[in-house]
């Protein structure tokens, strides 16, 4: 039974274990059957990927261009073959270009190019050849002459735009002072004394240079911190110019009654001759005359006269014009300006005592009937408006009501007239000062207000003849009417006493005008400050001369008085460069505006000058008439070019390189290209910005598109 229980129980496990056998045997033999579905997905997913990765991997490449082109247009690569001239990356050169953009630089044709154009093209040209980690700095020599970098600088963009944005001016070229300066900004770089060049970019006329010895101050000068030093010749072997190189008026200096004599002078500052032509001048928009102007051989010059009549009481702006001529290489020196003011009357005060019975004995009798119009039905004829006092009256008068005083009797003027009379003359006033017989009078006193000593007078013996008047400086202003005579009627006015005197050493100075045969002066001429003084040292009656009595004494006591008065137009009529100025009442001098002549306003700086208001303008740098209104009145001024640009002819080039030392080399513009190397220095700065431009342009399109698939 044990056997039948066991064996029935072993049957009984063994039956149990086949569901498990059969179960392992139906795995191992089980198989991995694709799914038709399931395949089409896992395809898609796969090619989707590689898709989205290689489309990454293009928008990684193109973004990572895009920075790189970013670094190197900041950059500016270039390369550049060695030169003869210029190293290249081998040390540090640094380099001052000096350029010259004063009036003749500008001069030029509709055929020619101007100098300044060539010159800047040189410059770009040279600065496009230099390679290497030197710097630039850029000096221009018109005045005043200005540095542009205080010293040289290796952004070469920023110089390019300094050098391209130089348009030239109207003023005098200093180059002596423009290469000082560039030594000077070479001194202070940090290349070595022998990495150190200058440039000097000119027309390089004979006025650089001073044609003789008392110019030499002015010569350009040897250079110290240059290793080398280089001058560009940018002007053509010929320029022909002619100009107007003088307007004023001559004679008659208080400009009587508004007749007035205008000169203008005409230089051909050519090699050749230069064709006839016609010079007008006009008065605003009135045209006043026009003149004939002859051929003129080379370096020759003529003048030509307008006898005018201008209306008094106002300001009047000429301008003298030349036709136009084609071969004229500088058309801005065919015009020229100036200014004229034409005073109503000048206010005359004398000094002098009425203590005579007759009015012929008074000292100033002849000087007054002179200015009061001895030949006028009436005295409002007279250009002059004189009034009298008596010497001890002198202390209620205002001098500033009168432009002029005349003394006749110094007795009763004490030190603190005459220190009155010395302000008076300072602040511009004119004095005219006879010193005859000074009875009562402090002669030392005297000598503190005159520049002068008094010292004995000198009578000539009775039976002597006594001398004679000459004129010491017949092209004074002042006797511009007595020019040309043949027979001149003060040569026979004689003097039979007078003053003799001391010359200081020191103080203003002193210019006989008028003097005796034997050499002693008469009338003498002085300026103290802003005024001016004449000195007679013989009486104003006719005890000591006859002058008097002579029919040139009208003239000559009238042009006396009105160029003491002093000239209202100095400071109407500047060069390019230099200030205008003026005066006025304090109470007008509050605010000044000139219209300039491209229309614009310029405020001028003004102050308190003793009795008056003082204004200056020191931005002139445009030729022409300025304007200023003054209530219902205008006042003009006007400012002309330097005739000294006018001369373009070149000079030699051996005196221009002896000047500045033995380190020196001169070329022609033409010739930059050969004289630095026939390899040009390439800048790949353009390239690379248009290659950027692309760049940014195709990862913009990329982006979109490929967004777009996804």
């Given at each position: ?20 056998l ?19 997905i896992?395809s ?10 290689t ?19 900041v950059a ?6 060695r ?14 270009l ?10 030029g044709?509709?055929?020619?190019s101007?100098?300044l ?13 230099s ?16 540095a ?16 391209e ?34 440039y ?14 008392e ?14 030093v ?17 307007l ?20 051909n ?86 203590g ?34 008596a ?17 006749g ?17 300072a ?7 006879f ?12 000598g503190?207000?005159?520049?002068i ?18 004129v ?7 006797l511009g ?27 203003p ?14 009338l ?25 009595a ?30 205008l ?19 614009k ?11 008056t ?83 940014a ?14």
């Amino acid at each position: 039974m044990s056997f039948v229980h066991g064996g029935m129980a072993m049957a009984a496990a063994g039956l149990a274990m086949v569901p498990v056998l059969i179960h392992l045997l139906n795995r191992r033999r089980y198989r991995d059957e694709p799914w038709a579905a399931m395949q089409f997905i896992l395809s898609a997913v796969q090619r989707t990927r590689r898709r989205l990765r290689t489309e990454q991997w293009i928008l990684l490449a193109v973004r990572t261009l895009v920075m790189a082109l970013v670094g190197l247009v900041v950059a500016r690569p270039y390369f550049a073959p060695r030169s003869e001239l210029l190293a290249v990356g081998e040390k540090r050169i640094d380099r001052v270009l000096v350029l010259d953009d004063s009036l003749s630089m500008r001069a030029g044709t509709m055929m020619h190019s101007s100098a300044l154009e060539r010159a800047k093209s040189a410059m770009l040209k040279l600065m496009d050849r230099s390679g290497g980690s030197g710097g630039f700095a850029v000096v221009t020599a018109s005045r005043p002459v200005r540095a542009w970098f205080d010293q040289p600088v290796q952004d070469r963009l920023a110089v390019r735009q300094v050098v391209e944005g130089i348009e030239g001016t109207h003023a005098v070229s200093d180059l002596n002072g423009a290469v000082e300066l560039a030594d000077a900004i070479l001194a202070r770089g940090t290349a070595p004394a022998e990495a150190c060049e200058l440039y000097v970019f000119s027309d390089f006329c004979g006025r650089d240079l001073g044609r003789s010895v008392e110019e030499s101050r002015s010569a350009i000068g040897p250079v110290e911190n240059a290793a080398r030093v280089v001058l560009i010749q940018t002007a053509a072997e010929s320029r022909p110019n002619r100009a107007i190189t003088d307007l004023r008026v001559v004679g008659q200096p208080a400009l009587l009654n508004g007749a007035a004599e205008v000169l203008a002078e005409i230089t051909n500052f050519s090699s050749g001759d230069t064709p006839a032509t016609a010079l007008t001048l006009r008065a605003g928009k009135h045209e006043l005359g026009q003149r004939s102007i002859p051929s003129l051989a080379a370096g020759a010059r003529t003048s030509v006269t307008f006898h005018v009549r201008l209306e008094p009481g106002r300001v009047h702006a000429l301008e003298a014009t030349l036709d136009r001529w084609e071969g004229d290489w500088l058309q801005e020196d065919d015009h020229r300006r100036l200014a004229v003011e034409v005073p109503n009357r000048r206010r005359v005060l004398l000094v002098q005592n009425r203590g005579t019975e007759s009015a012929q004995e008074e000292p100033l009798f002849h000087f007054r009937l002179t200015l009061d119009g001895a030949d006028a039905t009436s005295t409002d004829q007279s250009p002059f408006y004189t009034t009298q006092v008596a010497a001890d009256q002198f202390r209620d008068v205002v001098l500033k009501d009168y432009d002029v005083v005349a003394v006749g009797e110094w007795a009763h003027l004490g030190r603190e007239a005459l220190e009155r009379l010395r302000e008076f003359v300072a602040q511009g006033g004119g004095l005219i000062a006879f010193c005859g017989e000074l009875e009562g009078a402090d002669v030392d006193d005297l000598g503190e207000l005159l520049p002068i000593r008094l010292l004995d007078i000198h009578r000539e013996a009775d039976d002597q003849p006594p001398p004679t008047l000459t004129v010491s400086d017949p092209a004074h202003p002042m006797l511009g009417d007595f020019a040309g005579q043949q027979r001149n009627i003060l040569g026979r006015a004689h003097v039979n006493t007078w003053r003799r005197i001391e010359n200081g050493t020191n103080g203003p100075r002193r210019e006989p005008v008028l003097m005796t045969s034997t050499g002693d002066p008469i009338l003498l001429l002085t300026e103290i400050g802003m005024g001016r003084m004449a000195i007679w040292l013989t009486s104003a009656d006719m005890s000591w001369t006859n002058l008097p009595a002579k029919p040139d004494y009208l003239p000559l006591m009238m042009n006396l008085t009105g160029f003491v008065a002093g000239d209202r137009n100095s400071g109407r009529n500047v060069k390019v460069g230099e200030s205008l100025w003026g005066r006025m009442l304090f109470s007008e001098s509050e605010r000044i505006e000139l219209i300039r002549p491209d229309g614009k306003r310029q405020r001028a700086g003004h102050g308190v000058d003793g009795w008056t208001g003082r204004w200056r303008l020191n931005d002139t740098a445009l030729p022409g008439i300025y304007e200023w209104s003054r209530g219902s009145s205008q006042e003009y001024f006007c400012v002309n070019a330097d005739t000294a640009e006018s001369d373009l002819r070149r000079v030699e080039e051996s005196r221009v390189a002896s000047s500045l030392g033995d380190r020196v080399a001169i070329v022609d513009s033409t010739e930059l290209e050969a004289f630095a190397g026939s390899a040009d220095v390439r800048e790949l700065g353009w390239a690379l910005a248009v290659i950027l431009l692309l760049a940014a342009t195709t990862e913009s399109l990329l982006g979109r598109w490929f967004g777009g698939a996804r």
